[in-house]
């Protein structure tokens, strides 16, 4: 329903106005004022209250201000409204006047129903084409913000991302982001049918201003525009947590940033936060992880010894010295921070990682280690076993230098598997078991290798192949979308437009 404005000094006028435009097909809400003055000051108090007129209908000759003025003051104003006037002067002038300041149509009194009818028609008319233009602008606006918003997050230098969005999204998006909220889950996810993330859980349980953004299947982000204390963050995002337990039966674990001043450190942020999402590995029944208040270094979980062990006998079978220094001097920290610990138990347990380490050094005879574990267990403080035991690890360097492991099989296997099955739900979860790895450690080793997040490797490899399908075959892009793994088509479209900067459809049609 349109909003108009009458403005006459005459109540007869203004009824007969009234009259002729409740027997139109389109409905109007209707305001009247008796002069340009009072027409004025409706409308600025209307624009105080949220509402807008979107036709004033205005006689030209009125007292106070008549209706060639009131047009330039609400001009002035910055009203954007189209206009007519009708006046029994048939004078030229206000046909210039009324041309030079924008005005839609000029009727002649006595108006007739006829001119009149046509009149209303014409202008709704180009109201709705630019409605219909606008709504066409602000979408293609979102979608560019997107997809600009997606190439950062995946590898785009900012620079890059700058020269893209030249004006378009303006420096108050880029710079009023302050927290991001990572959101990540074990398998496919985000691509099932008949499901919308959005409308279902983040508007119905967040409280704070944010930008929504989806990266592949299995991860999300939030990015807040202000920038609540982290408790609160951590609150909500158990709340959301919560919510997609309670609707879908599945878990999701949330990291929450510290604060950021910059777009620019958007990329940086993203790191520490798949740093932080690996917290999954050692408590996978925690759902959410931060930094602490300072920004500084991330709030880790309790680590028990059994999580840690398999992971160090995870670095040893990858050949990765650098993470089982790395685990190690972490079961370090641990065990200096804690000293109700007893000797033996601390022994037992370093002499444990020993026995894991002599399986894959060949060349230390039984006899030499046994020797080793002997002066560990005589060991009279907690420095001489760790010096034990990074001798091994120097020794366990050595060897895996003479057989270099350039790129890990595992990883080769995984990404065979996504080249071949791309069109099937292909879960961080369900590849790490077919390599025997866990989740976040298949993660971490896959991007070390490839410099590429798994999920994103998965996302990308899919979106080459409909690209490709798009340019080479006839097939429909409901059968793309089901060919590429993607069950929901809206939400295979939503992914490639934020891969490629526009729909299938588009990119097919060469536009």
């Known amino acids: 329903m349109y909003t108009i404005l009458i403005v006459d000094d005459e109540k007869i006028e203004r009824n007969g106005i009234k009259f002729l435009l409740k027997k139109q097909a389109e409905p109007f809400e209707i305001y009247e004022a008796p002069n340009g003055k009072a027409a004025l000051e409706q409308l600025c108090s209307m ?18 201000m008549d209706g060639i003025e009131l047009i330039g ?7 954007t409204l189209k206009t ?29 129903p006829q001119e009149f009818a046509q009149t209303i028609e014409k202008v709704t008319g180009e109201l709705q084409k630019q409605y219909v233009e606008n709504e066409q602008r602000l979408q293609q606006s979102s979608y560019m913000r997107e997809y600009l918003l997606y190439t950062l997050f995946n590898g785009g230098s900012v620079e ?26 074990d398998r496919e996810f985000f691509g099932k049918k008949a499901l919308d993330f959005q409308a279902e859980i983040l508007e119905e349980n ?113 050949k990765d010295i650098r993470a089982l220094r790395e685990h190690f001097d972490r079961m370090c920290a641990k065990y200096r921070k804690k000293s109700y610990f007893s000797q033996i138990y601390i022994k037992f347990i370093f002499s444990n990682l020993l026995k894991d380490f002599y399986q894959n050094l060949p060349e230390t005879r039984e006899e030499e280690f046994n020797k080793e574990i002997d002066t560990l267990y005589k060991s009279g403080d907690f420095n001489c076993i760790v010096s034990i035991v990074n001798s091994h690890i120097d020794k366990l360097e050595a060897v895996f230098a003479k057989n270099p492991q350039t790129q890990h099989k595992e990883i080769e296997t995984v990404k065979k ?3 071949t099955h791309f069109g099937d739900e292909l879960g961080v979860e369900q590849l790490a078991d077919m390599v025997y790895l866990a989740p976040s450690y298949l993660s971490t080793v896959f991007k070390k290798e490839t410099g590429q997040n798994l999920s994103k490797f998965i996302k990308q490899y899919r979106m080459e ?46 536009i």
């Open 47 to 64: 624009r105080n209250q949220g509402k807008k007129i979107d036709i004033l209908l205005t006689d030209v000759k009125m007292p106070f």
């Open 206 to 318: 967040m409280s704070e201003e944010y930008q929504y953004l989806n990266l592949n299947p299995q991860q999300a982000v939030l990015l807040l525009n202000a920038s609540p204390h982290y408790m609160t963050l951590q609150q909500t995002a158990q709340k959301l947590h919560d919510a997609v337990f309670k609707k879908y039966g599945e878990h999701c674990h949330f990291a929450i940033s510290g604060e950021i001043d910059d777009y620019e450190k958007i990329p940086q942020t993203m790191d520490m936060l798949e740093a932080l999402m690996e917290n999954k590995f050692y408590r996978p029944d925690v759902y959410v992880y931060s930094e602490d208040i300072s920004g500084e270094t991330p709030v880790l979980v309790q680590i028990d010894d059994d999580t840690l062990m398999k992971q160090m006998k995870q670095d040893i079978k990858m």
């Open 465 to 510: 192949k409909a690209k490709d399908m798009l340019e080479n075959t006839n097939m429909k892009i409901v059968n793309i979308s089901e060919a590429c793994g993607y069950q929901n088509v809206s939400y295979f479209c939503q992914s490639f437009r934020e891969c490629y900067g526009v729909s299938p459809q588009k990119f097919r049609n060469g």
């Open 160 to 185: 890059q991302v700058h020269t893209l969005a030249g004006n378009l999204a303006g420096e108050n998006f880029w710079n009023h982001f302050h927290r991001i909220v990572f959101l990540e889950f």
């Open 84 to 112: 007519i006037i009708f006046s029994g002067y048939n004078e030229f002038e206000y046909a210039k006047l009324a041309v030079r300041l924008g005005v839609s149509d000029y009727i002649l009194k006595p108006v007739n």
């Open 417 to 419: 598997y996504i080249y």
């Open 73 to 79: 003051a609400a001009k002035e104003e910055g009203f």
